[in-house]
């Protein structure tokens, strides 16, 4: 939470408030933990450290010591938030459920930086193969 500053407090805040007050309403304590339990577990990236690391390979995500590569060749979808990057492969119906959500935190210049010079990289790559096919054909 330390990242998420105030937003990740209020958050919890509010989490801890529905989970009282759907105790309240049921008359149960077990609704009030599952109700807590079910908010926790949908809001998790606010409390489970999640680190990126942008390389020309791709971008590896690491949580809970599992580190996942998602390669530049499977990103056909790069839509800009507020903040940061949301990366998607191409052909999928919903981005925001099938992508990777890329945060920049403090460095969105980087960040941005990173992603277009190895997305570049890649179409540059790709126009060489295709120029190359075509010759030797």
Known sequence: ?????????????VMLLLAALTGWIMSSAVW??????LLALAAWRYFVPVYFEI????????VFGRRRRISWRSI?????GRDGLLLAPSGV????VRGLYLPWGHHRAEVLALVDYHLQQLQQDERVFEFEMQEGA
């Not at 056909?76 to 800009?80: K, L, M, N, P, S």
């Not at 119906?93 to 925001?96: D, I, S, Y």
């Open 55 to 62: 390389s020309p390979q791709g971008i590896f995500q690491e």
């Open 32 to 37: 009030a933990v599952l109700a807590c339990g």
């Open 76 to 80: 056909g979808h790069v839509e800009q």
């Open 1 to 13: 939470m330390e990242e998420g500053g105030p937003v990740a407090w209020l958050l919890t805040t």
């Open 93 to 96: 119906v919903c981005p925001a």
